[in-house]
């Protein structure tokens, strides 16, 4: 216990040194190893790991703490959702490994939930540690009270310091000159947030390694009763949705194969009309398939599934060339390459889909997750809006269309393409006096927000700062 409240107290201070108040960068890195170190290691000591294959999410933590080095993307944002995730799946797979879709869900919520109700046993454990005054002797009792009246003063000092200086320019002066002591970094009010983040990691960091080391390898997973759904309903929702799907399908390669569209419609907006809705009927699919294996019959449905899958990779197709026919028509936007991600990993997903079919022991469960998290992680080894940027660029060379609101989006990783592609629009008198004043306030404002820490380096930021210069 000891360890965990040393190891704890060490991650909050990096935590508070390196991310607090600071720009995104090699921080992220710098703080992510010692991290996931010290997880590993108290998982380690209290010998609680089952399954050593769960380290691999360690990959993919890693891959996506460096993108925050290297890049200055969009997909920054969506991290900050998934890098936890990741966590949360490698504590399952180390030590509670699971098997099916119902367990893991079961067991992310509990590893959402149950560590905020151990925030009171581990503060009661953490309250042990202090020797109780029969045991004291008097040279302990007399650090321990130096110790703390140096916790009460200093920051009281601190304070009362900070509050002078800011009401008197000369005070605060008085340090700087005299001593070459700068207090004006220390505002009261990030002070402030300071201890308040401090706090809160502190309580949930220490209460989930206490929860995984202590409780959550004793607890028993409850299992529910396996359901079979009768073969009749299934079978019968399986040749409808076929049938239906024969017909659709026969429908996509007449109208976009042969560009034959009713009156009326324009093509590139009938392309836009249905990717998100074939988007989700490929998973509403490929759910039914899985449901489908718990069915008692299996000859007819193993057939008749393998047929919807080859249906929905069709579905899936169409999706995808209809996302194509509407980015050649409207530009290149980073929604619009997510869904290209998230069809290809669909598309992907198949392959083991229909190992499953045949095979009930496939693990299906692994076999998803590997390639979702390989997928997204290979798409952070990428700049997706300098991707995005230079292929608008040269949509507007071909074309003379571009829509630069969706390239004016705070990040760095296209400043450069956004820095040439203000003399091309010289070329076109509309388009260069409408976006010029927008452009040119966009990109000085880049540039002038470029400021950050040694923590917070980061290449793009950087390389974009030396084509400034």
Known sequence: MKKTLVGTIIICLLHS?????????????????????????????????????????????????????????????????????????????????????????????????K????????????????????KKKKVEKKNNDVLISLLVVIPVVIIVLMLLSSADSIFGGLFKNLFNIDLSFLRLDEVVTRVILFVILFLYLGSTIFFLTQEYRKEKRVKGESKEYKPLTLNMLLISLNII???????????????????????????????????????????????????????????????????????????????????????????????????????????PTIVYIINKKTPILNWYLAIAIGVYSFINCFSVDRIIAENNIERYARTGKIDIYYLENSNYDNLKQLRQLLPALKDNKEIFEAEKDSLDAYINSMDKDNKTTIFGYNISKEQAKEKRD
């Open 245 to 351: 799907y024969v017909v659709f399908d026969i429908i996509q390669m007449n109208s976009l194969l042969l560009h034959r569209v009713a009156k009326g419609f324009n093509y590139a907006d009938y392309a836009r009309s249905g990717f998100f809705q074939l988007m989700a009927i490929s998973f509403i699919n490929i759910i039914i398939v899985l449901l489908s294996k718990k069915c008692k019959e299996e000859t007819k449905t193993k057939i008749m599934s393998i047929v919807m899958i080859l249906l929905t990779l069709i579905i899936n197709i169409s999706a995808f060339y209809r996302m194509f026919l509407y980015e050649q028509a409207y530009g290149y936007t980073v929604l619009r390459l997510g869904v290209y991600a998230i069809l290809i990993t669909e598309a992907i997903l198949f392959i």
């Open 17 to 113: 040194v390196l991310l607090v108040n600071q720009d995104l960068g090699l921080n992220v890195l710098l703080f992510t190893i010692p991290l996931l170190g010290f997880l590993i290691y108290r998982m380690r000591e209290e010998k609680v790991i089952k399954n050593k294959w769960g380290f691999l999410y360690i990959i993919p933590i890693i891959v996506l703490s460096i993108s925050y080095f290297i890049y200055d993307n969009t997909l920054k944002y969506l991290n900050f959702l998934v890098i936890p995730a990741l966590y949360i799946l490698m504590y399952i797979t180390t030590i509670k490994p699971v098997n099916t879709f119902e367990d893991m869900i079961v067991e992310v919520l509990n590893l959402l939930v």
């Open 115 to 134: 560590p905020l109700n151990s925030i009171g046993k581990f503060m009661k454990e953490t309250m042990k540690l202090i020797p109780s005054k029969e």
